[in-house]
């Protein structure tokens, strides 16, 4: 079975950051000093020092020897924490996030663009690293892209190149399109959660099919099967070679996927919204399935109207790997706070309530060996706070992506120091 | 223009809608809070000037705040809740939301905060507010016991309500029912630049936008026009009422003020020129740019309500443009309040505040901007804002400070009343967790 060509550079984009973003530096050996390690995995360390060597952890400790010519970082009153992650956003895409045409769509895969301010916003909030998916307008949506937030450099350079295929599903409201006032007759099957279902059996009925057509070519040979590459998705699905992140709300419909993608022997590997997975908390452990969720949105919808912010820690409790993201180009700039909000609504450690936004996130889509935790060995990708990330009064002062500050506030144009030009220019004129 | 039908208020259809929306999730309401004589004893008590009295106690009787002492003992048949260790705040505010106007997003019978017309200064959004909804509870749970709802609209939305977090009806609920006029000003520019210009062949080219601001502008000082003479001719024994214009006497008195929704640094100063030239007062809500207008707002005195710190600066202004811009008003001497825009998420108005403290804006004057600057600008300082002895007794009981995300509250009051802690996201929390485990 072949894989489709999927394009993943915005050409365009590249061109245009050229003339409005600064190209990153080269990765340099570093260590910031004396700062209070969150390492996420191994506790905290006060007064820790991590060493960076070739854009990659070298060491952590209280002990650590800087060799010469490594740039220090004094980390005093300072907490290093990993690079936020977020498992959920539609920044840095070009325009039109759905092809909403059709109900099944896993052929197409979103283009990204190097030129979209969040990129930068995001890294002012601490995020180094996000999952980019396609929108939530059909059933089986198109294949996501998994970015670094390496600001200034080519879109095809900002891939997170050892992310694995992943594709979005949706249930719900969206797909169903139960906001639309258009005459039924200009609507498209399914508008009930119902004909939700039925697509996906139907669908994956095909693929087994296409499978079966396949599998009897390579063993007995004969006239090569016609290609195609919606149903060469779907069996990939089938097969685990892409991992499925399935918009979702009610608890209902959760429910439903799991048990249809167990009918054709797969795994729905996150649950994305899964505002009502704490009805269901047992039901996704036994699974396998993870959830990103929302921290605090809730009532926007009718399907979101049981949604509480207890609903992290429910799910935690019970044995599943949630993280909290932002699908938002304003919240993807505070996933710090929405973090702590895990501590407040049903008791979270503070631990658990850091992986929400390092480690779990890195492991729902498929780069926990490389980033989400401060371990040696994983890319040296890193936030840094003036204070714990989760109090009040707390900000990133620098955010670092492969060994490269990408992020540093005293560098950065800030609202204070617009003010100090203004005063100078008006003194000026 | 005005529509005829909206001279007479909100209509049956809106209340028939909402009170069948509060019947079909009567279990899901808050309970109303339970009066009596308390005493919170040995906290902290932050009384939200500066000082901090430790070891002290707050004593509540007929639903305001009767003494505060270290030597305050309980009345007989008081309830005493030992708060040793804890801090006693005043009850917060949010002062911008459609808190009991609008439920859930998307059902257009649950969002009926705005009516048709553009001149409604006669629409009092007290009158709509559901008591019934679930948002009331889940706000209050975390200390903030009191919010503006505002109308939505048209150029003159309407009147809106200072209103707390508990009560059997909206009389019981309002603080104050008209605390201002919201007043959409007419913008020239589409996205809200100075001197910006709309995109052609959509929603009409930028000249035309201008020119219908202009006439929408010259249509509102009219309407102020108009009342000011109403307003004087009743004076002079006018017996003739006219519904509209004898609800805008307390805007063209003084006595209440125009709350401007405005954003960029030429609306706000045409919002300014306007209150200067026909003589009312106004409050900046909104306000992206008013950093940039500073200085002419401290002058003024003309406080601003800040729109939602959870979102993203102007094209080409830094990053921390909207965080940063609490601190520089208040350093530059304007009065602020924080607001959500939101009923949902009401609750979190002080981690808005948590933002701004990241970015230069001190704790105290935060705290100020949550309680008691809010109370000033809605005309309810002698009320409400502070813990003092003689208020309304609407404070809180936490175990830290609030803008802290991890402070968990234990006790809310409300006008003296003791509220009770469950909420329909804690009845469903209590429900699904205690579900037996790997019980499939």
Redesign the interface.
């Known amino acids: 079975m072949r894989t489709p060509v999927m394009k993943s550079a915005g050409l365009v984009g590249s061109l245009l950051l050229a003339l409005i973003a600064p190209r990153g530096v080269d990765a340099q050996d570093l260590a910031i000093t004396n700062a209070t390690i969150l390492t996420v995995t191994n506790g905290t360390i006060e007064n820790g020092t991590l060493l960076v060597r070739d854009g990659k952890i070298a060491e952590i400790g209280t002990n650590v020897t800087i060799p010469n010519g490594v740039q220090v970082i004094d980390g005093t009153g300072m907490f290093l924490m990993p690079g936020i992650i977020d498992a959920h956003s539609h920044a840095a895409l070009e325009g039109g996030i759905n092809e909403g045409s059709e109900s099944v769509t896993p052929e197409v895969k979103v283009q990204v663009r190097n030129d979209d301010p969040t990129i930068f916003r995001a890294l002012a909030g601490g995020v180094t690293a996000a999952h980019l998916l396609h929108g939530s307008a059909n059933t089986i949506g198109g294949q996501s892209a998994v970015i670094k937030m390496r600001w200034g450099k080519s879109a095809e350079e900002l891939m997170f190149k050892e992310a694995p295929r992943l594709v979005k599903f949706a249930l719900g409201e969206n797909v169903t399109r139960a906001s639309s006032t258009a005459p039924d007759s200009l609507r498209r099957f399914p508008k009930s959660r119902m004909g939700v279902e039925h697509t996906l059996r139907w669908w994956f009925t095909e693929a087994q099919g296409y499978r079966a057509t396949w599998a009897a070519f390579e063993s007995d040979g004969g006239l090569e099967p016609r290609r195609d590459l919606r149903l060469e998705a779907l069996v990939d699905i089938m097969e685990g070679r892409i991992r499925v992140h399935a918009h979702s709300y009610r608890a209902d419909e959760i429910l439903m996927l799991m048990r249809v993608a167990e009918e054709f022997d797969f795994r729905i590997n996150t649950f994305q919204h899964v505002l009502e997975g704490y009805k269901v908390a047992d039901e996704l452990a036994a699974h396998g399935a993870h959830a990103s969720t929302f921290a605090d949105s809730w009532a926007y919808k009718v399907e979101a109207f049981d949604a509480i912010p207890y609903n992290m820690a429910i799910m935690a409790d019970r044995g599943v790997v949630v993280s909290v993201n932002s699908d938002s180009g304003e919240r993807i700039r505070r996933l710090y706070q929405d973090a702590a909000i895990g501590m407040k609504y049903g008791g979270m450690s503070e631990t658990e309530a850091l992986k929400m936004i390092t480690l779990n996130p890195a492991i729902q889509i498929g780069v926990e060996d490389y980033v989400g935790s401060l371990e040696v060995g994983k890319d040296a990708d890193l936030a840094i706070f003036n204070g714990h990330p989760f109090a009040p009064g707390s900000r990133v002062e620098k955010t670092i992506v492969d060994g490269i500050i990408y992020f540093d506030r005293d560098q950065a144009d800030t609202l204070e120091k617009l003010l100090r030009q203004r005063i100078t220019t008006e003194d000026q004129g | 223009m005005r529509y005829s039908n909206s001279r007479f208020g909100l209509g049956a259809a809106t209340v028939a809608a909402l009170l069948a929306f509060g019947s079909a999730h009567t279990s899901a309401q808050a309970k109303v809070g339970v009066e009596g004589t308390f005493l919170i004893r040995g906290g902290t008590v932050v009384v939200g000037t500066g000082e901090r009295l430790e070891g002290t106690s707050v004593l509540i009787q007929d639903g305001r705040i009767a003494a505060i002492g270290s030597s305050v003992t309980a009345p007989d048949g008081a309830t005493v809740i030992d708060a040793t260790g804890q801090f006693v705040y005043a009850g917060m505010i949010d002062s911008y939301t459609p808190m009991g106007l609008a439920?859930?997003?998307?059902?257009s019978t649950m969002q009926m905060s705005g009516e048709l017309g553009q001149f409604n200064p006669h629409l009092r959004a007290m009158v709509a507010i559901n008591t019934g909804s679930v948002?009331l509870g889940i706000t209050r749970s975390n200390g903030v016991t009191s919010a503006i709802t505002a109308p939505t609209g048209g150029i003159i939305s309407g009147q809106a309500a200072l209103i707390n977090m508990d009560g059997w009806t909206w009389e019981d609920m309002a603080l104050n029912g008209n605390a201002g006029y919201v007043v959409n000003y007419p913008s020239a520019q589409g996205g809200g630049r100075r001197g910006g210009r709309g995109f052609v062949g959509f929603g009409g080219g930028g000249e035309d936008r201008e020119a219908r601001a202009r006439e929408q502008l010259e249509e509102l000082k009219q309407e102020i026009r108009l009342a000011r003479s109403y307003h004087i001719a009743r004076q002079g024994g006018l017996e003739d009422e006219d519904l509209v214009y004898e609800s805008m006497r307390p805007l063209v008195s003084r006595e209440v003020p125009a709350i401007m929704r405005v954003n960029s640094q030429e609306d706000i100063e045409g919002a300014v020129a306007l209150g200067e030239e026909l003589e009312i007062n106004i409050i900046i809500a909104g306000g992206r740019d008013a950093?940039k207008v500073r200085d002419l707002l401290a002058e003024k005195n003309i406080p601003v309500v800040l729109g939602s710190i959870?979102?993203?600066?102007g094209q080409g202004?830094?990053?921390?443009?909207v965080?940063?811009?609490p601190g520089?008003l208040v350093a530059a001497g304007v009065k602020i309040a924080f607001s959500t825009g939101s009923?949902?998420?009401a609750?979190?108005v002080p981690?808005h505040?948590?933002?701004a403290?990241?970015?230069?804006l001190s704790?105290e004057d935060a705290w100020k901007a949550l309680t008691i600057w809010p109370a000033e600008i809605w005309h309810v300082d002698d009320e409400i804002g502070t813990v003092e002895e003689g208020k309304l007794a609407n404070l809180f009981v936490a175990d830290g400070?609030p803008?802290?995300?991890?402070?968990?509250v234990s006790e809310v009051f409300i006008k003296g009343r003791r509220v009770p802690m469950d909420d329909r996201?804690?009845r469903?929390?209590e429900k699904?967790?205690a579900?037996p485990?790997?019980?499939?």
């Open positions: 439920e859930i997003g998307r059902i948002m950093w959870r979102s993203t600066p202004l830094p990053y921390d443009a965080y940063a811009q520089v009923a949902s998420n609750r979190h981690y505040a948590a933002l403290t990241a970015y230069g704790p400070d803008l802290d995300i991890r402070t968990n996201a804690t469903l929390y699904h967790n579900r485990k790997n019980n499939r």
